[in-house]
């Protein structure tokens, strides 16, 4: 089954630096790649996904690169602000599965 | 958020008593999804849901049924609570691609 590995387990960034986030998954046939930001007490909230038919997304201060050849996917948060803290998971899927398979979550901080 | 609900958002029951949390979404999504979340484990998925009266288990089920007699309504039973089953569930539903989760249930087992 799919395996997806994340990378770093913490992240402290200043206030105004960019943030980066890697994701790497085993099953070559996954295609769907969906990032989760969860703040303390919340539920994962969807914040930006991928399909394997293009390189990169982005939405504002936030983007996910895939790279298909290496089977890794990152997610990129600029100019990081106060309300950036929280837990990002990245999760994984082939349209021929029904489940996700997440990745084990960055807690991210940023230092005002 | 998605129209998807649960009930009871918290509970305490004590352990060896059975508990049913329900999962409700109002946007007829054919897959709905049980996960728990404790620390150092992230989401773990439970049982999930590919349509009415079609279920299967996920990679800790046990110890946990699920039913689905409705398309709106996806129901997580603990048939005798133990202290290890205390953490946070949530429910998710799924379109075509993206997958949302509701607010969450805190269980705890004394």
């Known amino acids: 089954g799919e395996n997806v590995e994340q990378h770093p387990s913490t992240l402290s960034v200043q206030e105004g630096d960019s943030a980066v986030i890697k994701c790497t998954y085993s099953?070559?046939?996954?295609?769907?790649f969906p990032w989760y930001k969860q703040e303390l007490g919340k539920r994962p909230q969807l914040i930006i996904d991928?399909?394997?038919?293009?390189g990169e997304k982005k939405d504002q201060r936030i983007a996910v690169t895939l790279n298909k050849t290496a089977k890794h996917f990152s997610l990129h948060i600029t100019e990081t602000q106060p309300e950036d803290s929280a837990v990002y998971f990245c999760?994984?899927?082939?349209?021929?599965?029904?489940?996700?398979?997440f990745g084990t979550g960055t807690r991210l901080t940023i230092i005002p | 958020d998605a129209g998807i609900t649960q009930s009871p958002r918290h509970k305490v029951t004590e352990t060896g008593t059975p508990v049913t949390l329900r999962c409700h979404q109002t946007?007829?999504?054919?897959?709905m999804y049980w996960y728990r979340q404790d620390p150092g484990h992230g989401l773990r998925l439970i049982h999930y849901?590919?349509?009415?009266?079609?279920?299967d288990k996920g990679e800790v089920s046990d110890g946990y049924s699920v039913s689905r007699s409705k398309t709106e309504d996806f129901l997580l039973t603990l048939e005798s609570a133990t202290s290890s089953q205390t953490s946070v569930y949530f429910c998710?539903?799924?379109?075509?691609?993206?997958?949302?989760f509701g607010p969450g249930t805190r269980l705890t087992v004394t």
């Open positions: 998710a539903i799924r379109g075509t691609y993206e997958q949302y």
């Open positions: 099953d070559s046939a996954s295609n769907y």
């Open positions: 991928i399909r394997s038919n293009v």
């Open positions: 999760a994984a899927r082939h349209f021929g599965n029904e489940k996700l398979t």
């Open positions: 946007e007829n999504h054919r897959y």
């Open positions: 849901s590919y349509g009415v009266k079609d279920t």
